[in-house]
């Protein structure tokens, strides 16, 4: 079965809310002036940060512990449409990346998720690099439109925006080793975004037994 996605309630204290508030504009300065495309992974040094020790404390009970949290921006460009955004494999390491922790800090809620059951082996893949280091896999095609009919052979699930994280009350844990592609306008997006170094069927397991656990 093809099941890229499960959410879970997740929420951060009060005082590292006031510290994210206190350094997201500090974090999004440098990646305006820094970052050459409109949206992508900002990678300071987080370890240390409340919020990525939260993270971490969090993610440890659901004995998740091989993870990295980065900051996923998506610069405001002032569209309102809704329109789907490159399809891609995350691949950080060079290498697949099996699933993500994702939790919202600041959208519009309009975003939604298309995730298609295609893997690095399909034909159609090409690798490329990223701006400030890393790789990941692409669909072969000029624009999104081709993209997409170049995998209509494959299932493809869309997660509706009502079931992505909301901030500060839920978080999703995400399979990014299949094809996937946010659909969203062009407002600003942030989302807090922990790389999971485990397979997603450990870590699919290991959030369903943590949820039947409360
Ligand atoms: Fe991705």
């Known amino acids: 079965m093809f099941n890229p996605y499960i959410g879970i309630n997740f929420s951060f204290t009060k005082e590292t809310c006031e510290f994210l508030d206190s350094m997201m504009p500090v974090y999004l300065k440098e990646f305006y002036k820094n970052f050459p495309e409109t949206g992508g992974f900002f990678r300071p040094k987080l370890i240390d940060t409340p919020f990525a020790k939260e993270i971490k404390d ?26 789907i955004e490159n399809l891609h494999i995350d691949a950080p390491r060079g290498i697949p990346l099996p699933c993500r922790f994702n939790i919202m800090y600041r959208g519009d809620g309009l975003s939604n998720l298309h995730l298609w059951n295609v893997d690095c082996r399909d034909k159609k893949i090409t690798q490329v690099s990223v701006p400030m280091g890393g790789s990941r896999y692409q669909i072969v095609g000029n624009n999104v439109t081709e993209k997409i009919e170049n995998i209509k052979h494959a299932r ?39 790389c999971i170094h485990h397979s997603w069927d450990y870590v699919y397991e290991q959030v369903i037994n943590y949820k039947s656990s409360l």
């Open 156 to 194: 493809r699930v869309k997660i509706d925006k009502e079931f992505l994280s909301k901030t500060n009350k839920t978080a999703d844990f995400l399979r990014t080793e299949f094809v996937h592609a946010v659909e969203k306008t062009g407002s600003e997006r942030i989302l807090i975004s922990t």
């Open 58 to 83: 969090f993610l440890n009970q659901l004995n998740i512990t091989d993870i990295k949290t980065e900051i996923l921006i998506h610069k405001d460009i002032g569209y309102s449409k809704l329109r």
